[in-house]
């Protein structure tokens, strides 16, 4: 009998729920002064649909993943796409990703897509009682992304966030004059972690600068081509492509003549490529990929775990030494990034996709070529000297690599300008890492505002 009631009683209070979730809402948990609204009450789902036609522009678009904005994908003729049932967005409406919606896909449109098309992979809303700036930056919290990274899983572990689960969700909404005093302040701090990354961004472009003009490289213009044919020696051909064999050398040097690898051998004690790992998630050794070759730093945090043994087995040649230079070879976006091996980063393997250079120190000083590689002097003749193969993967390799020029003066000069350009460098990091305080503290006092708590 009493076992008849329990299951009675549980199947009342099922047909009371209206939204039924595994996962307890922590909204309805907040201790804010604000009151706790329904995202319903401030959104409105916005469906006008389009036929896209063959012989029509169309601007489509695109949302980044972390709250990182809404962007425009490709504009293309209706010809070209695939899904010929999609809906217009507007300025100001709140756009989400079903798919990515967990892990922040969602933004504003800006008033530069409006009429732009989405396909029914996207929501779109009407926003009202609500400033934009402010909704977005309670969707993008921390708290907001993990309930909807609860809601997107358990047992159906199913991957897109469901409409109903979004839109009753609460938000703590004050009067929209304490909304603007808060974004107020959020944008003050912003604004001067911006200041930061600004000054950051021209103090690498005078370390660029000093680099040219004290070791005297000057950019050469590049000629006016009237003839439709180029002729070149085959021997002076050493890749194809155009860009490789019409186009002349885009530097002059005018202090100091400029040598590769090939040319002053004396430079280079050893140059190897890295090994294929044996990846082990219970290996207590590291080896290190082109996520860890930062420019100028290695970040050991996207290191591998592989097998210890595989790792006693490799000659001893091939690890990290101290004052090494680390260069990733393969890879779009990651291909050229050079960093010094330090102490903390010595006696370790690295994968196949970067070269590792050992200098001879007596005659040239490692973290000025690390500088040289990572200025735009150096990533223009990495962008000559890589090559593609069929697979379209772009590679430097270690024959291209000592084709790099430089034009090094003798070794105490060359100490002096290094510590002059890592004096620099050294105040780059400093902004950097202040912006980025300043952004957390923004974000920190934004969501202690709003959401109280727990």
């Not at 082990?280 to 070759?293: A, D, E, F, M, Y």
Request: aromatic share 10%.
């Amino acid at each position: 009998m009493l076992m008849a009631e329990q299951t009675l009683l549980h199947a009342v209070r099922f047909a009371d729920l209206t939204k039924w979730s595994p996962n307890v809402s922590v909204f309805d948990q907040m201790q804010t002064n604000d009151p706790l609204v329904p995202l319903t009450k401030l959104l409105t789902r916005a469906k006008v649909p389009v036929d896209v036609e063959d012989d029509q522009l169309y601007k489509r678009i695109t949302v980044r993943l972390y709250g990182q904005g809404v962007l425009q994908r490709d504009q293309i003729y209706g010809k070209s796409i695939g899904t010929k049932k999609q809906f217009i967005a507007h300025t100001g409406q709140l756009i989400i990703s079903r798919i990515d919606a967990r892990n922040g896909a969602f933004g504003i449109v800006p008033e530069e897509l409006d009429g732009g098309i989405v396909t029914n992979d996207f929501w779109l809303f009407d926003v009202q009682n609500v400033l934009p700036q402010y909704l977005i930056l309670v969707l993008s919290s921390e708290l907001f992304q993990r309930h909807w990274q609860a809601q997107s899983s358990g047992t159906t572990n199913r991957q897109r966030v469901s409409e109903n689960d979004f839109l009753y969700s609460k938000i703590a909404l004050p009067s929209l004059e304490k909304q603007q005093s808060l974004l107020d302040k959020y944008n003050n701090v912003s604004e001067q972690a911006c200041k930061s990354e600004y000054d950051a961004a021209a103090l690498e472009q005078e370390v660029d600068r000093y680099l040219y003009d004290v070791l005297g490289i000057h950019r050469r213009n590049a000629p006016e081509n009237k003839t439709l044919l180029t002729l070149a020696a085959f021997k002076d051909i050493s890749q194809w492509g155009y860009d490789k064999i019409a186009l002349p050398f885009p530097f002059a040097f005018k202090k100091y003549q400029a040598y590769s690898f090939y040319t002053k051998p004396s430079w280079l004690r050893e140059i190897y490529r890295g090994k294929s790992p044996k990846y082990c998630s219970t290996g207590t050794s590291i080896i290190l990929n082109q996520k860890c070759n930062r420019m100028d730093y290695i970040d050991l945090t996207y290191a591998k775990n592989v097998e210890s043994a595989w790792v006693n087995g490799i000659d001893p040649k091939y690890f990290t030494q101290k004052g090494d230079i680390l260069l990733n070879s393969t890879g779009e976006g990651t291909l050229g990034r050079a960093s010094l091996v330090t102490d903390k980063c010595s006696h370790l393997l690295y994968d196949s996709h970067m070269l590792l250079l050992r200098v001879n120190e007596h005659e040239v000083v490692p973290q000025l070529l690390v500088d040289l590689i990572n200025s735009s002097f150096g990533q223009k003749q990495v962008e000559i000297c890589k090559s593609a193969q069929a697979t379209k993967q772009t590679e430097l390799g270690i024959k291209n690599a000592k084709k790099i020029l430089f034009p090094l003066p003798e070794l105490s000069l060359q100490n002096e300008i290094s510590a002059v350009v890592q004096e620099k460098k050294q105040q780059i990091r400093a902004l950097r890492s202040n912006a980025e305080k300043l952004r957390q503290y923004a974000k920190e006092e934004f969501e202690k505002a709003v959401f109280g708590s727990i």
